[in-house]
């Protein structure tokens, strides 16, 4: 196999766009990505950014995430989230034993894999496994899934008290979904409940903890994966955060064009004398910079320290969560900036600004853009007091 590069799946990603702009209000009108863009997802390799060369991945580094989903969710913001999703459960998949990466990418290198880690169900010890059963909402992309990573909490007993978390990877016949996806934004992300009741998992097939962590910090001098040694936390935070800056992007681009050509009602300014629209343009797009920027930035310094056997510090993994949060919100702040000089057509449902606002406020209410809680851990961090932060 040639070797693929992070441009190169970029420019991909690039290339599908425009398909995945024409399927966007189908994609919400399906609240599920149309079949037709998960084929392109496994057509185009888009999802084997992260699998390891020897499975027929392509090892790419961890930034290569924000550039692809940056690029598609400028087209749909639920495309690109899922996409973003499913490459980065595919990195939580690589922590799990070889002979577990081996069954689940050795004959499917395009391996759709949905997960939710915030534990909502109990794993309990049994003769080489635990018996699992629960429900997980959230599930972004199930209905196309492979395999699916959900969050337990561990226990001895049935009825005994936790006593950690685990996350479990079961394939997709062991797992049931319930239709529970009406929602005001990202809509075509499918992020249904899934449902897994008194189901035997193997230990090989339990990561204890967080999927925090990928990779031993020595794998990443041995070119098997890039992306070995990492913070898993950080990369699930900053990984998640170029869905917003692609609905950003997205919008802009749509407001430039507008800015453009409308004359304004009622006024009758023309485009040149819309300075207040202008200035709105501006400094949105300013702040998506600065998001970008921030964000990629972290994503190279977390890549070099890998790639040195250099863990990173606490003080880094609070800017690394303070970061993340802060683009997001950057991201949303500069969408909802536009929309009222956006024009009066944009409040049609089929109208791109509008979906872009929903689906930046949807991204806002992740964890991962939870701004009170990641600037609080950051200065506590930096304080030298405790920081009780479950994506740290």
Known sequence: ?????????EERARKLAPAIAERAVECERLRRLPDETVA????????????????????LPIGTVIGTSRTLAGACGSSGWCLAICTLHNHVVSAFPEPVQQAVFADNPDAVVCGVFMPAGRAVSGDGGVRVTGAWDFASTCDHADHAVLAAFLCDTADGEPTGIGNVLVDRGDFEIEDNWHVAGLCGTGSKRVIVNDLFVPQERVLVGHPGGFGDPALAATGRRQSDGLPGNSVATL???????????????RFRDRLATK????????PDQQVGAQLR???SAAEV???????????????ADARAGREATMSQRARYRRDAAWAVRACAGAVARLQPAAG?????????MQRALRDIQSISAHIVANWDQAGETFAR????????????
């Open 1 to 9: 196999m040639s070797e693929v590069t992070r441009e190169e799946l």
């Open 281 to 283: 343009y501006a400094e």
């Open 40 to 59: 392109d997802f496994r057509r185009l390799g888009l999802l084997r950014a992260f699998v390891a060369p020897a499975y027929g991945g392509y090892g």
């Open 381 to 392: 961090v930096l304080a030298g007091l405790p920081a009780a932060d479950p994506i740290l």
């Open 289 to 303: 910079d600065a998001a970008g920027l921030v964000v990629e930035r972290d994503m190279e310094e977390m890549t």
């Open 344 to 352: 009066a057509h944009a409040i049609f449902l089929d109208d791109p």
């Open 263 to 270: 004359l304004r009602a009622v006024s009758f300014k023309t």
């Open 239 to 253: 990984g998640l955060t170029g869905v917003a800056l692609g609905i950003a992007d997205g919008a802009l681009e």
